[in-house]
């Protein structure tokens, strides 16, 4: 499962054997069908026979299974991480109708995601290929576009806080824009981002540094960051159709007893669909969702504003 393991901020490559141990998880836990050793071993670019070490081991604690057909399956083993999963993450599964129903009424694909002191980490997903870009298990940083929503409600301090430890450094009108953004969210209740001008030049540009940094993944999230925050741009309220060039709209769909965000969708709007979008169907899916959410984690719902 391509990006389902967190990005170290160190720098640090980790241990290589449990990397492979979870390379093989991950690989095994996406196909429905199952895989053979060799697919195995091909996903995960090791050897065969360190493969079938890693997986003898797996089957014989329980977590791996292997079927008639000699394709491999998470096995019972894994019951007690799921349900430790499940508690840590109470809308694994439960909220996938959440996603599922914004994707049936919007025309576009989403993810939900809850939001921890440095992260957002994705746990439902709906209309998105398994493709890196948003995985369950995903860890995103929180930092703007993203960050933007989870921060909103927060008290000067804290956001002015969070805006100084954004990597890279933001210039005094990077700060500005942020500001802007952080006010339209919290005064529309969602937020909107579209491409900026420069981005289709830009992002060849920086995809290109990516691929010669690929093996350096302090580098690799660094430069993602940049990418994301150089070619997305808020689209404030007072635009026309708010909807017709946007790329993006983050949602806050709980609030915990502090007042500020507890999870948050990602939806990525279809160019095909958009431009029939109205604020009054977006805010009405919205709030859909987020009493679904609130319902669910016993929390607070989200509030949206359909003029703006």
């Known amino acids: 499962m391509k990006g389902a393991m967190a990005t170290t901020e160190s720098g640090a490559t980790g241990s290589p054997p449990t990397r492979r141990v979870i390379d093989v ?20 670019g090791i050897t065969t026979s360190t493969c079938a070490l890693i997986m003898n081991e797996l089957h014989h604690l329980g977590v791996l299974t292997r079927d008639v057909d000699r394709r491999w399956h998470l096995g019972s083993g894994l019951l007690p991480v799921a349900e430790g999963l499940r508690k840590r993450y109470p809308l694994l599964g439960a909220g996938d109708r959440v996603v599922q129903d914004l994707h049936s009424v919007l025309g576009a694909s989403c993810s939900l995601s809850q939001i921890e002191p440095d992260s957002l980490v994705v746990t439902n997903i709906a209309g998105l290929a398994h493709d890196g870009d948003f995985v369950p298990g995903q ?6 576009p993203y960050g933007i929503v989870a921060m909103a409600w927060s008290g000067p301090p804290q956001i002015e806080s969070w805006l100084q430890s954004v990597e890279p450094k933001l210039s005094d009108s990077d700060i500005a824009e942020q500001l802007a953004a952080l006010a339209g969210v919290h005064d529309r209740g969602y937020g909107l981002w579209r491409l900026h001008e420069s981005a289709p030049s830009l992002r060849d540009r ?24 150089a070619t997305l741009q808020f689209v404030p309220a007072d635009v026309a159709n708010p909807y017709i060039d946007a790329e993006f709209l983050v949602a806050p769909v709980a609030f915990n007893d502090a007042g500020v965000p507890s999870h948050q969708v990602q939806i990525r709007l279809d160019p095909a669909t958009r431009a029939n979008l109205t604020a009054e169907k977006v805010v009405g899916a919205l709030t859909a969702a987020s009493e679904r959410v609130a319902n669910i984690l016993g929390l607070r719902v989200a509030h949206y504003q359909a003029g703006k």
């Not at 998880?25 to 995960?44: F, K, M, Q, Y």
């Open 25 to 44: 998880l991950n690989a095994v836990s996406e196909p429905d069908g199952g895989l053979t050793a060799a697919d195995i071993a091909r996903r995960c």
């Open 139 to 144: 860890r995103f940083p929180l930092t703007p």
């Open 206 to 229: 920086l995809s290109q540094v990516m691929d010669a940094v690929a093996a350096d993944r302090f580098a690799a999230s660094r430069l993602t960051q940049l990418l994301t925050m």
